[in-house]
């Protein structure tokens, strides 16, 4: 029977029970891969509850640097009886499955066309150890150390990731040292080492590991942000909780210990998007972060922000739904429902990071174009990237980097007789101006209203008024397509009717999808999009060829709709290419969705080709 056979190049899950301790083993397996020079990309799989459940891990080990899901698994670590037979249906041909082989299963349990490595690990466990705990928890550092072995990895490397994870903590990390080298003892006694190695290399250079909701809490602080109000919800919880990890450590005055910030748990989602819009209203950067379930609740903060013309930044850590939906799933289907947030016409920004480092910089970016742009802003993330480690570029800030406070009227300006029309567009990019509150004693204060005003924020419900109003609204918005962060084009190496556009947490699988399909010597010209609303180079992209496909992670196809109800795009050129089981969308999926297309594109066109010979 044939066997995978890859160096640094394969596909490792980990099936196991939460609440079990597995966690912190298999993120120490991957930490070590990475020390050895290789990259990868994990993803937990877990359950919305606290224990007991099934949990998987999945980690992408890749020289060549792709951090998307591939597709398929070529090793199963099944420490889970309860998901067994859908774990083992799981793996590749010729791949590997370990288990715990303590108790003996049936050869019905297995699979003819895989390769079976049996290791009795509650059996040596028992033998070790006699508290309960200490079983479960070293029975994963026992076959962390028995893989190291098995894909040919540096014990060495382990153990210095050990020494520094219990430094000073003896105890603990003696403990630990032994779990692994009992692994490692009856691996090297007792099993052969797999087709699937891991070999030193040196591919991850300077690249950090960091999971997208730390880097946008961090880009927060950096852009500025003072005022975080939130309510908890998966998966954006640990937004705020990093916000206020790293606010405590700087922003806080050294000689004084004076607060800096101020971060609240408000009772609701409404009660937090209300303080977030007052405190932007008072000049504060201020920040939420919530879920699509609470982004539902908070839109008619977000239309008052809208109207009334308030910086909001709003981080949508997007996850499955409708309703609950799937809480520890990832989706892309938040788009419609941020995009038009709120009764009436409304139009909302929305930035597309694509993985940690975009998370930084977006975030950063979101409050500044809130500023500018006096309007709520959402930075659309999800739960892959939001939640799960990922090696990316290291932050860059400038120094001496300005904030951009737009157009905010000044004291002396305002003595000087300059005139002050809060809603009133005086140079046509449809932003007016502002002042802050206590700006100056008697001139430039104005009534915050939700309701129609004239340019000067009187109360009026005339016709013309609101017009004006509604139009320069609009006017602002097409203002914005010119300030969010633009689209970034790969060219195909040919001339080619077909396009891809993609945008987010479908980049990484994307760029491994082109590769494979050029290689295949399918070419599409590739725009991944960076934000909401769409500059021109949107259009004259989608116009320059016959097919586009739009490739997103929700049902009903969300950015094509905006696509074509935007840009009045004809619907028949834009192809779905849509996946939305809660997982992410894979290389392997997208490779065999384009190629589908493209060979039926290719037969209707030689078809018409015959007819017209005829």
């Known amino acids: 029977m044939k066997r995978i056979e890859a160096v640094n190049d394969f596909v490792i899950k980990f099936a196991n029970v939460n609440g079990s301790g597995s966690a912190s083993a298999n993120e120490l397996f991957v930490k070590a891969v990475m020390r050895m020079g290789v990259p990868v990309s994990p993803r937990n799989i877990f359950p919305s509850n606290i224990q007991g459940m099934p949990t998987w891990y999945e980690a992408r080990v890749c020289e060549q640097g792709y951090h998307g899901r591939r597709g398929g698994v070529d090793m199963m670590v099944a420490m889970n009886p309860q998901t067994w037979d859908a774990d083992v ?90 779990a692994l080298q009992l692994g490692r003892e009856f691996a090297q006694e007792h099993l052969q080492p797999l087709g699937i190695k891991v070999r030193r290399c040196d591919n991850v250079g300077d690249q950090i590991f960091v999971d997208g909701n730390s880097a946008a809490a961090l880009g927060c602080v950096y852009g500025g942000a003072t005022v975080a109000a939130w309510y908890p919800i998966t998966p954006s919880s640990s937004v705020p909780e990093a916000f206020q990890k790293y606010c405590s450590k700087y922003r806080v005055d050294p000689a004084t210990g004076r607060h800096n910030f101020a971060i609240v748990q408000a009772e609701d989602e409404l009660a937090s998007i209300g303080m977030v819009v007052g405190a932007g209203w008072n000049g504060a950067r ?170 000067y924020a009187r109360y009026s419900e005339r016709g013309p008024d609101y017009i004006y109003n509604m139009e320069r609204l609009l006017r602002k918005f097409k203002t914005a397509a010119t300030l969010v962060p633009q689209p970034i084009v790969r060219a195909a190496p040919k001339k080619t009717p077909f396009g891809v556009i993609y945008y987010g947490s479908t980049s990484p699988a994307m760029r491994e999808a082109l590769d494979v399909l050029e290689g295949e010597g399918v070419h599409l010209d590739a725009m991944r999009l960076q934000a909401f609303p769409f500059p021109d180079s949107v259009p004259e992209f989608i116009a320059a060829h016959e097919k ?45 969705a384009i190629r589908q297309n493209v060979e039926k594109a290719a037969a209707a066109a030689g078809k018409r080709a015959r007819k017209e010979l005829v």
């Open 89 to 178: 249906a799981e793996v590749d041909p010729g791949g590997y499955l370990f288990y715990d082989s303590t108790r003996p299963l049936p050869a019905s349990k297995f699979r003819e066309d895989l390769h079976v490595i049996g290791m009795p690990l509650t059996e040596i466990t028992n033998a070790v150890y006699s508290d309960p705990r200490q079983r479960q928890l070293f029975k994963n550092i026992i076959y962390v150390g028995a893989l190291s072995v098995l894909l040919d990895m540096e014990g060495g490397v382990f153990e210095k990731l050990f020494s520094e994870q219990y430094k000073g903590k003896e105890k603990l990390l003696d403990s630990n040292l032994r």
């Open 286 to 455: 201020s920040f939420t972060a919530t879920s699509g379930p609470g982004v539902s609740l908070m839109t008619e903060f977000i239309g008052l922000a809208y109207f009334a013309e308030i910086p909001v930044t709003i981080i949508n850590v997007q996850r499955g739904g409708p309703s609950t939906g799937m809480p520890t799933r990832t989706q892309q289907s938040d788009l419609i429902a941020c995009a038009y947030a709120s009764h009436g016409d409304t139009k909302h920004v929305l930035l597309f990071p694509q993985d940690p480092h975009e998370c930084f910089t977006h975030s950063a970016a979101a409050l500044d174009l809130a500023d500018r742009l006096q309007t709520p802003v959402f930075v659309m993330t999800d739960l892959d990237i939001g939640m799960n480690q990922r090696l990316c570029k290291p932050f860059v800030w400038e120094e001496g980097r300005d904030y951009d406070r737009g157009k905010v009227m000044t004291a002396e300006e305002l003595e000087a007789g300059k005139d002050f029309g809060r809603y009133k567009d005086v140079d046509g990019d449809g932003i007016p101006w502002r002042t802050l509150p206590g700006t100056h004693p008697t001139k430039g204060s104005y009534f915050t209203r939700g309701t129609t005003r004239d340019p």
């Open 548 to 592: 586009v496909f739009v490739v997103e992670q929700n049902r009903d196809a969300q950015m094509r709709q905006l696509l074509v109800n935007e840009l009045e795009i004809d619907p028949a050129r834009l192809v779905k290419v849509l996946h939305y089981d809660g997982t992410p969308i894979t290389a392997r999926f997208i490779t065999n």
